[in-house]
């Protein structure tokens, strides 16, 4: 693949983000394999490029979307599918996972009667007043401890209010077909989904006794990329949340969860060029054609460090990376190790698909990173996006 980067960077320039579309089939796949009685929806936010919704659609996964532009999206791209893979699509391959909606998007919403998360009485009121025909999810507040981006503060209901907001649902005309929850994103400690599994179960018994039966489990996202050897691996994780599965919930419960950075973070990576070269109180710096107002927005927007790598050989020293804008805040790393460089040698990122060109702006007037889709079909070009067999 390294090989393959190089090639691409001459051949497309820079600053560029490669997609493996290989990679996101392998990592759905181990995802389906771990936990199979989970139906996976995929978190568009991670990264809403219209090639990796459609590859995702093929492959067999539902959607995650929190806004009415990823709603339109997903429609759009696969309703332009080829009838033979596009079969017929259903409305409730899709969330609406957003606790917090404007009745705008409420009104677009209602005629397709969507599945619509919501955390407190007021956002149940609007949506009774706006999307009358979408059925309800409650998102419960769950532990968030250890997660690299917290949730909880923001969104959740306490449990102990969760079945006094359900029988509220029912009694304004709206149908409760589920729980939700979220363990807050890159979530290394594993005991965050079994407590929270606990909770979710705790509270489907009581809406059970009265009288409420709760049809929908979704057990959000979190699931941590193997961003470095300190992950633990995806294997242990599914072990304890399959084990809890079975132990708490009937066998007709439909279980449903938002991968967004498990499926994408390690199918794409970043290549830059060093457009200049400078030491600084000793130490040599490097300041690249790319940056935390583009692909390494992660850095300031997800709390998520990506280590630079060179393509050439050689000893290493501990460096400086900045990006290209004039902004001070425009830092990749104040510690890479890097062998020495030149101005136009190249460098690149691992690990690099989730929140990352997502969140890219054109700040002081540099365009986001080209992007190039490889083991992707149909081929197509289109704007700063170009597919590559």
Same mark, same amino acid.
């Given at each position: ?41 995929? #978190? ?52 609406? #996972? ?63 209010? #969760? ?79 399959? #084990? ?146």
């Amino acid at each position: 693949m390294i090989r393959r980067l190089r090639q691409l960077a001459r051949q497309e320039g820079t600053p560029l983000v490669v997609i493996d579309h290989q990679r996101l089939r392998h990592n759905y796949a181990e995802f389906r394999k771990h936990l199979p009685r989970v139906q996976a929806y995929y #978190a568009v936010k991670a990264n809403p490029d219209p090639a990796i919704v459609r590859t995702f659609y093929r492959a067999g996964a539902s959607f995650d979307v929190a806004s009415m532009p990823e709603f339109l999206l997903v429609h759009e791209n696969i309703r332009h599918l080829p009838a033979k893979e596009r079969q017929d699509f259903i409305w409730d391959k899709i969330i609406y #996972a957003n606790p917090t909606k404007p009745k705008e998007t409420l009104q677009e919403l209602d005629p397709y009667k969507p599945l619509v998360t919501f955390d407190n009485r007021n956002e149940l009121l609007k949506i009774r007043q706006h999307a009358p025909h979408a059925g309800v999810v409650l998102r419960l507040r769950v532990p968030n401890t250890g997660s690299m981006v917290e949730l909880s503060t923001k969104f959740g209901c306490d449990p102990g209010e #969760a079945v006094d907001l359900i029988e509220e649902s029912f009694r304004i005309g709206l149908v409760v077909e589920g729980l939700s929850f979220h363990v807050g994103s890159q979530c290394t400690n594993f005991e965050n989904f079994v407590q929270a599994l606990n909770i979710s179960a705790a509270v489907m018994g009581e809406a059970r006794g009265r009288g409420h039966e709760i049809k929908i489990l979704d057990i959000g996202g979190g699931f941590p990329a193997p961003y470095n050897r300190h992950v633990k691996p995806f294997a242990l994780l599914a072990r304890k949340i399959n #084990a809890e599965i079975d132990r708490l919930f009937p066998h007709d419960i439909e279980i449903i969860a938002e991968p967004g950075r498990f499926l994408v973070a390690t199918a794409a990576w970043s290549v830059a060029r060093i457009i200049g070269k400078a030491v600084r109180d000793g130490k040599t710096c490097y300041y690249i054609d790319d940056g935390v107002y583009h692909t390494f927005s992660g850095i300031l927007f997800d709390h998520c460090q990506y280590h630079l790598k060179a393509f050439k050989k050689g000893a290493t020293e501990v460096c400086a990376v900045f990006g290209q804008t004039c902004d001070a805040l425009d830092v990749v790393s104040l510690s890479e190790e890097l062998p020495d460089l030149e101005i136009d040698d190249l460098v690149y990122a691992e690990n690099i698909g989730a929140y990352s060109n997502a969140s890219a702006t054109w700040f002081n007037g540099f365009p986001p990173a080209k992007v190039v889709h490889i083991h992707a079909a149909p081929a197509h070009e289109s704007g700063n996006e170009m597919q590559v067999a």
